[in-house]
């Protein structure tokens, strides 16, 4: 908004070109969301624990460290949306379309999570909504994601799937892209959300992978810096760093009441949200694969709930003390911020490893 509000006045005050640049305007994003946070976040916190009363229930099966945290207020992430937001829309150009699209999946995902954490705190339970309604939803707002991407995208590369390593080689999916989409975008959201399970633990790695991927929307954006890096040029995803700027601030603001003892949790309104965002983005930028890699921290947690079902299902043993992977290392008598730190620098150092892509070609 600002953008097209005072770059047409730059010749008047030259200062006004500085919107011009996506860098300044990421960076007007990151500090805008995070003042949003820290000047409203505690009242609006306050405000949640009053209507909420007993906060998030917790599960009696869990660790019972966790029953320490009952009365938390949840829904945190409705914050994060409503800070990301209003920055995304001050400082990233509205006519780019990547812009509005991964904006319209995260908002589409925080919808999905706010309604099932409205049923867990009215209800005073730990089931929510039904997880088939909820896949079936966020399915919906993937295929339309996934839509307005391929239309975006120009011509051949709307279809195909980039490598990592080699530019080269493309994989024509076809009509096949739109369900490998959905499950790119529904997958990551929903690993986040598993990975949501303890303080600041999500929402580092997030912050780690939304960081990554606004240096590739941004290369990948820039046709020179495309052209020297052996990417494949995708008009219009730059814009996407403003974005990630406002989510990388309104992370670090929730950070500031989310650190250990946390004084709200992000709930699935947040945790469904940012991996909603992070798989959109991926898409966008036609790095889905590099995706697995960055947030491999994210498909880990995943993993470890599906190898214990499974494992459960077909001997009746569990691979592991308990699902996902982080409990297992809670049951195994690690402390809460020993897992979370240790886990912020495996996702710190997938994420270096994902970047060496970029270059790696």
Not at 97 to 109: I, R, Y
Not at 112 to 125: C, H, M, P, Q, Y
Not at 268 to 279: F, V
Request: aromatic share 12%; glycine share 12%; with cysteine.
């Amino acid at each position: 908004m600002l953008y097209h509000f005072l770059t047409p006045f730059s010749d008047v005050f030259g200062g006004f070109n500085l919107f011009k640049y996506i860098s300044f305007r990421t960076g007007g994003a990151l500090l805008t969301s995070l003042l949003l946070f820290i000047v409203f976040g505690r009242g609006i916190i306050d405000w949640m624990r009053m209507k909420q009363g007993k906060g998030q229930p917790i599960r009696s099966d869990g660790p019972a460290s966790h029953l320490e945290k009952a009365g938390t207020p949840t829904m945190g992430g409705a914050l994060i949306l409503g800070a990301l937001t209003i920055s995304t829309l001050l400082w990233a150009r509205l006519d780019t379309g990547f812009v509005l699209v991964v904006l319209f999946t995260t908002l589409g995902f925080g919808a999905i999570g706010f309604w099932d954490d409205f049923l867990k705190v009215s209800k005073t339970n730990t089931k929510g909504a039904p997880g088939r309604a909820r896949l079936a939803i966020g399915f919906a707002v993937s295929l339309i994601a996934a839509f307005a991407i391929s239309w975006l995208t120009p011509d051949p590369l709307s279809m195909q799937l980039a490598l990592p390593f080699t530019r080269e080689v493309m994989v024509d999916l076809g009509l096949f892209f739109f369900p490998f989409a959905l499950i790119v975008i529904v997958g990551a959201a929903n690993s986040v959300n598993l990975t949501d399970g303890l303080d600041g633990l999500a929402i580092v790695p997030v912050m780690i992978a939304a960081g990554s991927f606004a240096i590739i929307a941004y290369c990948t954006g820039n046709i020179n810096v495309a052209e020297y890096l052996r990417l494949h040029y995708v008009p219009g995803t730059g814009e996407i760093a403003v974005f990630v700027g406002a989510l990388i601030g309104a992370g670090l603001g929730f950070l500031w009441f989310n650190a250990p003892p946390a004084m709200v949790f992000m709930g699935d309104t947040g945790s469904l949200a940012l991996g909603g965002a992070l798989g959109s983005i991926a898409v966008a930028t036609k790095h889905e694969i590099v995706l697995a890699i960055i947030g491999g921290l994210f498909v880990v947690e995943t993993l470890s709930v599906m190898i214990q079902v499974a494992s459960f299902k077909m001997t009746g043993k569990r691979v592991f003390r308990m699902a996902p992977i982080h409990h297992h290392f809670e049951q195994k008598g690690w402390q809460e911020p020993t897992i979370v730190i240790r886990f912020w620098i495996v996702a710190f150092i997938l994420a270096l490893i994902g970047l060496s892509t970029l270059k790696l070609r």
